[in-house]
Nanobody, 126 residues
Framework: QVQLVESGGGLVQAGGSLRLSCAAS?????????MGWFRQAPGKEREFVAAISGSTTNTAYTDSVKGRFTISRDYVKNTVYLQMNSLKPEDTAIYYC??????????????????WGQGTQVTVSS
């Protein structure tokens, strides 16, 4: 079983920064797993934000966060990070970490991920 625990969410003013962390654990968690971040705003469907491949050579971002968000991973700590800069009110959402045992590439499709965290709230005030 794989457990994912997110942290780092909070309230920030527009233009500010936050860094989300996702700590992975479990006997079956593999370094080759693709890792991703998704978010869900009130009244909206869950959407892809960023992903990183198992090898860290590939990353993917949704257009609205390119140039502002950066995904990275630390193999020693089994942790994935999402550095969020120049935050906007429209970034307000619950952010979920996800891991995929099915693919090692930076997958953007939620159905490819089979492990999910509980989510962390990010609120950006204008």
């Amino acid at each position: 079983q794989v457990q994912l625990v997110e942290s780092g969410g909070g309230l920030v003013q527009a233009g500010g920064s936050l860094r989300l962390s996702c700590a992975a654990s479990g006997r079956t968690f593999g370094r080759w797993y693709a890792m991703g971040w998704f978010r869900q705003a009130p009244g909206k469907e869950r959407e892809f934000v960023a992903a990183i491949s198992g090898s860290t050579t590939n990353t993917a971002y949704t257009d609205s966060v390119k140039g502002r968000f950066t995904i990275s991973r630390d193999y020693v700590k089994n942790t994935v990070y999402l550095q969020m800069n120049s935050l906007k009110p429209e970034d307000t959402a619950i952010y979920y970490c996800a891991a995929s045992s099915r693919v090692g590439v930076a997958a953007m499709t939620a159905t490819l991920y089979d492990h999910w965290g509980q989510g962390t709230q990010v609120t950006v005030s204008s």
